[in-house]
């Protein structure tokens, strides 16, 4: 569970390789038993609880739509933009859940690879963590931190209660598995702040660790958990399943339509809206809370921004919601007004983190979910719910930074270089530094002589022209 | 950081690449990972890449060369990646180059985590190493491995890793007179805590050096004292080593050391154990087990956690290490050996309060818990092997520390003079030509020092007079109780053989699972299969298509072994052909063949063995022992000839068509049985000895024809040469007949001995009970005179215990003439000009002597020698040259 002090501990131990079965963790707002002292949030930088099944939450609109703030385009250029929408290629690439193999062999269990180039200048891939950060805003959280983790713990005598919540995409039972590696656990006490946790281990410590893509942002540390020069070449085997258990259209549950729904009124879905849109299901004749499949196959289209204007064009989405009434199977066209897209990329000082590291990203995390418990039977369940629009992906534009510790490394010419965001991939090709129009030469100068302008612009970043290569049709 | 960079500049110069070049090629030095998208790799120089995580690998790599030396830490990933979409798939070719002039420029590739090789075919001449805590994978579909290394492993056992038994700090008394000036050094009682199972401890008491076996001869117990001494000023510290007291002639050898030590400071113990072992290239090469112990420099001690072996302690003054290589220790030279002192030596009053560190460790032999051996394949220092289409490692040399997977399921071409070995394995292999050969594919036994370590280290000081003056000395002294094996048996987790015919040379320790799709097994003489689990370990499921088993080494199996096959409905079928001329030893044997052959010995412990088979053959010399349990065979045929038959109980014949039998002399201990008789055939030289216990009803079932008083009911009939009836007190010897009509026992000689002799009023034997339908026809009777002689009293048993016993003048191969007299068998022994026993017996005319004899350790009577007496000598002397501590002898006198 504490993946951070894990995977520093598996770097130590140089650790790797693969195996056979597999697994996956939902997501939601945290239950009421889900505390800080036994491990969840209890440094403030997680997401959401791991959800039992049946208590899981997801989206239930086909089409979400995504786009980048001025600050994201003024810090990461074209450059960056073309870096996410690599991610959410992947993400649009997937076919539908129901159409998947049982068994989903046609998807790998280990998507990791390193660019050695960008290893060794300390990058980060920009598509990983965007894919990263949107498989937990789709209702997944990390299946290996997750495997074994605390339901209870009582201090005299020590006792702990451990479940699992990891779960086999075929059989949907628990599993110890993810991707093939076998995980046990052993409870530990952490200090400053005081939690407990069931740490997962390795039963083979050289299977590769930490394979999914869900476990890219589920780092306990509020920091991105992607070593420099890793990246993530698709989604594995188990984020896959995990997104097959949440969108299955077998998997029903009543569930209100997210807010501003209305029923469409005409063909065209990019007129603008009239007025502001009212939310209410009794006057525009369209059946908010109602028995609903999974949405089977959900599609990420970015949203125009017109640079002029320095906005998003607002625009209507339309689409065809299905629900069940009197057990029959029913259609109704839905549309929603965006004056902003469901996922806002932007680019920020996001503070400081553990141990004086600046956070390189941070993401909405799931309070705002919606909890449909009530409407889904008698029972006290924490779900489940739907994942409600109004996303933000946060990333760091702090860029490079230094951290001098005392007593070994406060010479000025002995900094501990931080990380950068980069773009690479397994060709020869340069990897591409972010802050737009920073360069390899830039980054070894500052490394190696403790500063200096390089051959950068020196900040003054250019606003990317709006060649957004998506579209807005449905 | 700024090392990386400068090395990735210099390495940039010195090859050629580009985004989807044909070719990579360094002739030079690369010291930095580049990023390498080439369909060809080739390598003739040096290339050390270091990556933080994850092993470097390389894109739309095809073919992958290496002739010069590569080093990757972790380690390398050679297959085709591609690099965008997340597919992986074998690379076409891995070749790796013989050494040339020097194995450590040419041909190498060393990870010091993980080697994984992926690719249609492999061909590998140099050598592919990691470390103890790496992995060396190679799959692929042709794998050639012949004539190179591939090695997990840094040294010898490396990576091992203990376990804590018991640990304690505290004070407690120690008295020097009871605890150190003694022949036998022992430990004051001290607590101590345990862990009986994984998060539940216990307080107990311990005492390191006890009065173990070996102690008082002393052998075993090595020591050494250091006593430092300037002016007023005196350090002591003595060292007791209790070295493999069971076992105090292992090869394994203790020194110890101090390094440093002064009059003011105490020096460090160390403990040096030795046993030479072999490398991977067959070189001898010394394992040591190194104990350092700081409790006397340092007694403010402590407890430091081990959370491997479930979140136990150890106290922190101790430290063992496995090294790379010897260690030297520079400090002042200790006392050779240990003299008892003056007890003056020790100060007033000698018993002192003391502070203690007490530990107790189990060594393991691998880097973990190998309670749980199927573990192993989850472990570090591994390699694993997997060639679709075949696998050759013919004079392939392969260590791995712990374990080793090979996987050749459909052409395993051998591994001829290959020196392979691993702790644990699992074997998958077949053969398409239907010839499969295991030979030397697994060492027996790997070098390896583990074991258990008991340790307690008492610090003081006590008033002493030395030098004119009271001074204050301080004293320290280490007990070392050590229990260690310098040899583990290699072990194999499952095996699977595939092939119509297997010869097996190797020896198989095999604890989890055996699946022999094999028609024809042979196992030669230096082969061994050895089934340590009775779970999943049943033979004939096991080898279910087997057709003929031969085995000239040996089988064991914790369980019963069922010699025969199944069918698809899983219904038994027999063998074609079981032959054993080796060793098969179980709880229990059953045996279904069309021919069974044993020249060899059969041994079981509590079942039973059951022979079947349309003819079987008991050839000379053979045995069929059972410890507790019965014989049962079942044959068309029977032949049976100086076979050792000694069931603990009893034994059975059913028998359709014919005996033949030589002599033999079969003892039981649940009387007899012949369930249904061969048409031919009799048992004329064979003699049964019935024992029976104090108030046992022995009961026996035989099917013997009643022919009535008359000699015909000698032959063909199953008439017995000889049986003996020993019994005890309420002994009753009960014969039933097998029916439908009549049964009769025909014996040439009858013996009573002991309560089988007792004669009641009336004349009748009082412990023999011949049930109605059954009578017993006998050529002459004797009784044991209680002088060690024998008389004769057949004729006042006549007509007799109903007249059920019948006597029918009749001579067999084993009659005797007239009584025997005492035989008085002698041993001695003549110490010059070599040892020997001179084995000596009054001489009985014309008669037959059979001499056996029984070493304490092998438990089993075997023939000396046999001969018929020359009637010129009064007595009888046989030499035995080859005599051993413990040796019984048995004489068997026949008489015609």
Not at chain 2, 3 to 20: K, P, V
Not at chain 2, 337 to 352: I, K, L, S, V
Request: some cysteine; hydrophobic content about 40%.
């Amino acid at each position: 569970m504490s993946q951070l002090i894990k995977r520093l501990l598996l770097a130590a131990a140089l650790v790797s390789v693969v195996g056979g079965a597999s697994a996956f963790t939902p997501m939601g707002p945290y239950a009421s038993w889900q505390t800080p002292a036994i491990g969840y949030n209890p440094l403030g930088f997680d997401l959401g609880g791991p959800m039992n099944l049946g208590e899981e939450y997801r989206w239930n609109i086909p089409t979400v739509y995504y786009g980048y703030d001025e600050s994201f385009l003024n810090y990461f250029g074209t450059a960056g933009t073309n870096a996410v929408e690599k991610a959410f290629a992947i993400l649009n690439a997937l076919p539908k859940v129901s159409l998947m193999s049982s068994n989903l062999d046609e998807f790998p269990t280990d998507t990791l690879r390193v660019n050695s180039t960008a290893e060794t200048l300390g990058l980060v891939d920009l598509k990983s963590i965007t894919l990263g950060m949107m498989v937990a805003e789709m209702g997944l959280t990390s299946p290996e931190r997750y495997t074994w983790t605390l339901r209870n713990r009582i201090d005299t005598p020590r006792t702990y209660t451990v479940v699992k919540r990891n779960f086999d995409p075929v059989t949907l039972i628990p599993s110890s598995f993810v991707n093939g590696t076998l995980y046990t656990f052993e409870p530990e006490e952490f200090q400053n702040p005081t939690f407990a946790d069931a740490v997962e281990i390795q039963v083979d410590p050289l299977q590769l660790p930490y394979t999914s893509v869900a476990d890219a942002y589920g780092g306990l540390f509020g920091n991105y958990i992607l070593f420099p020069g890793s990246y993530y070449t698709g989604l594995t085997r188990d984020d896959v399943g995990g997104l097959r258990y949440l969108y299955r259209p077998t998997n029903y549950q009543i569930e209100n339509l997210v807010p501003g729904s209305t029923a469409a009124t005409s063909g065209s879905v990019w007129d603008p809206a009239a007025g502001s849109g009212t939310n209410t299901t009794t006057t525009n004749n369209v059946v908010s809370a109602a028995l609903r499949p999974g949405v089977d196959k959900i599609t990420f289209k970015p949203a125009k921004y017109d640079s002029y204007l320095g906005a998003f064009i607002v625009f209507t989405n339309t689409y065809t919601d299905t629900y069940v009434s009197n057990s029959t199977v029913k259609t109704q066209s839905v549309q929603r007004v965006l004056l902003q897209p469901d996922i806002l990329l932007t680019a920020e000082d996001l503070g400081i983190g553990v141990g004086g590291v600046p956070l390189l990203a941070q993401i909405t995390d799931s309070s705002g979910w919606v909890n449909n418990d009530a409407l889904n039977g008698q029972a006290t369940l924490d779900g489940p719910g739907v994942i409600q629009p109004g996303i933000v992906l946060r990333y760091s534009k702090v860029g490079p930074y230094y951290i001098n510790s005392a007593p070994a490394f406060l010479d000025l010419f002995q900094p501990i270089g931080g990380t950068v965001w980069g773009s690479f991939d397994g060709t020869t090709n340069a990897p591409v530094i972010f802050p737009n129009g920073y360069s390899i030469y830039d980054l070894e100068q500052q490394v190696l002589f403790g500063g200096g302008s390089g051959s950068g612009t020196g900040g003054a970043w250019v606003v990317p022209n709006s060649s957004i290569t998506s579209t807005n049709t449905p | 950081m700024k090392q990386f960079l400068l090395s990735l500049l210099i390495g940039c110069t010195l090859f050629r690449a580009g985004a989807g070049s044909s070719f990579y090629i360094n002739n030079g030095t690369v010291v930095s990972a580049p990023v390498i998208d080439a369909t060809n790799f080739v390598n003739n120089g040096s290339f050390t890449v270091s990556t933080l995580l994850l092993p470097y690998d390389f894109s739309n790599t095809r073919n992958f060369t290496n002739r010069g030396v590569m080093d990757g830490f972790p380690g390398f990933r050679f297959d085709t990646a591609f690099p965008n979409t997340g597919q992986r798939i074998m690379a076409a070719n891995f070749y790796n180059a013989g050494f040339g002039s020097s194995f450590v420029s040419n041909g190498s590739v060393t990870a010091s985590s993980q080697l994984l090789i992926s690719a249609t075919n492999v061909i590998n001449r140099g050598a592919l190493t990691v470390g103890s805590s790496g992995l060396l994978s190679i799959q692929g579909k042709n794998l050639d491995l012949s004539r190179g290394i591939l090695t997990a492993q840094d040294t010898l056992g490396s990576g091992q890793q203990f376990f804590d038994q018991y640990w304690g700090i505290g004070t407690n008394r120690i008295n020097p007179a009871l605890n150190a000036v003694s022949t036998l050094p022992t430990t004051p009682a001290h607590q101590v805590i345990s862990q009986l199972i994984k998060g539940f401890y216990f307080t107990n008491r311990a005492n390191v050096l006890s009065l173990a076996p070996g102690i008082g001869a002393t052998p075993s117990l090595v020591a050494t004292q250091l006593v430092s001494e300037l002016d007023s000023n005196r350090m002591v510290q003595i060292v007791f080593v209790n070295n493999n007291p069971f076992n105090p002639n292992t090869n394994l050898n203790v020194a110890i050391s101090f390094l440093g030590g002064t009059p003011t400071e105490f020096g460090i113990p160390v403990i040096d154990w030795s046993a030479i072992g072999v490398d991977t290239t067959g070189m001898p090469l010394t394992n040591h087990l190194y104990l350092t112990d700081t409790f006397g420099s340092n007694p403010t001690n402590a407890f430091i956690t081990n959370r491997l072996s479930g979140v136990t302690l150890q106290p922190q003054n101790f430290a063992f290490s496995l090294p790379a290589a010897p260690q030297s220790f520079v400090g002042n030279p200790a006392a050779a050996g240990y003299t008892d002192p003056a007890p003056t030596f020790w100060g007033t009053p000698r018993t002192a309060t003391n502070l203690y560190s007490a530990w107790s460790v189990n060594i393991a032999n691998a880097n973990f818990d190998t309670t749980s051996p199927t573990l192993a394949r989850y472990s570090p220092g591994r390699i694993e092997i997997v060639g679709d289409k075949s696998v050759d490692l013919n004079l392939a040399r392969i260590s791995a520390n712990t374990y080793l997977k090979i996987e050749s399921t459909n052409h395993f071409k051998g591994a001829s003079n290959a020196q392979i070995s691993a702790l644990y394995s699992d074997i998958n292999i077949g053969s398409t030509n239907g010839q499969l050969k295991i030979a030397n594919l697994l060492s027996p036994s790997i070098p390896r020092i583990s074991g258990t370590v008991s340790l307690y280290s008492a610090v003081w000081t006590n008033d002493v007079f030395f030098n004119g003056s009271t001074n204050r000395v301080g004293f320290n002294i280490l007990y070392v109780d050590s229990e260690l094996s310098i040899e583990q048996p290699a072990q194999q987790l499952a095996v699977n053989v595939r092939s119509t015919n297997v010869v097996l040379n190797d020896t198989m320790n095999i604890v989890e699972s055996l699946n022999l799709n094999v028609d024809n097994l042979t196992i030669a003489d230096t082969g061994v299969i050895n089934l340590q689990s009775a779970d999943n370990l049943n033979w004939a499921v096991n080898a279910p298509h087997l057709k003929n088993l031969t085995n000239n080494g040996s089988i064991v199996g914790v369980t019963v072994l069922d010699f025969s096959a199944r069918n698809a409905s899983g219904q038994t079928v027999s063998y074609q052909s079981l032959v054993n001329a080796g060793s098969i030893s179980a709880t229990g044997l059953s045996a279904d063949a069309n021919r069974i052959v044993n020249s060899g010995a059969i041994f079981v412990d509590y079942g039973q063995i059951f022979l079947r088979g349309a003819n079987v053959d008991l050839q000379d010399g053979g045995y069929l022992y059972g410890y507790e349990s019965d014989v049962t065979i079942e044959a068309g045929n029977l032949a049976v000839t100086n076979h050792n038959v000694w069931p603990g109980r009893a034994i059975s014949l059913s028998v359709t068509n014919s005996l033949i039998s030589g002599p033999n002399f079969w003892p039981v201990y649940a009387g007899f049985n012949l369930w249904k008789k061969p048409v031919t055939g009799d048992l004329a030289e064979t003699e049964i000895y019935d024992y029976g216990y104090d108030y046992a009803e022995v009961l026996h079932t035989w099917a013997g024809r009643d022919l009535g008083p008359t000699p015909a009911g000698f032959t063909n009939n199953t008439a017995l040469g000889a049986l003996d009836l020993d019994g005890g007190l309420y002994t009753l010897f009960t014969f039933s007949g097998a029916g439908p009509s009549s049964n009769a026992l025909y014996v040439d000689t009858l013996y009573l001995l002991n309560g089988a002799a007792e004669i009641d009023a009336d004349g009748n034997l009082v412990s023999l009970n011949l049930n109605p339908g059954m009578k017993l026809y006998y050529g002459k009777i004797f009784v044991d005179d209680g002088n060690g002689g024998l008389t004769e009293i057949t004729a006042s048993l006549n007509g007799k215990n109903g007249g059920a016993l019948v006597n029918v003048p009749h001579d067999g191969p084993l009659s005797v003439a007239s009584s025997i007299p005492p035989v008085a068998l002698k041993v001695s022994i003549q110490p010059t000009p070599s040892p020997r026993a001179l084995i000596s017996w009054n001489a009985v005319p014309k008669a037959t002597y059979w001499l056996y004899y029984m070493d304490a350790a092998a438990g089993n009577w075997q023939l000396f020698t046999n001969f018929a007496a020359s009637g010129s000598s009064s007595t009888e002397t046989v030499v035995d040259s080859n005599m051993s501590s413990g040796r019984f002898y048995r004489l068997r006198i026949g008489q015609h």
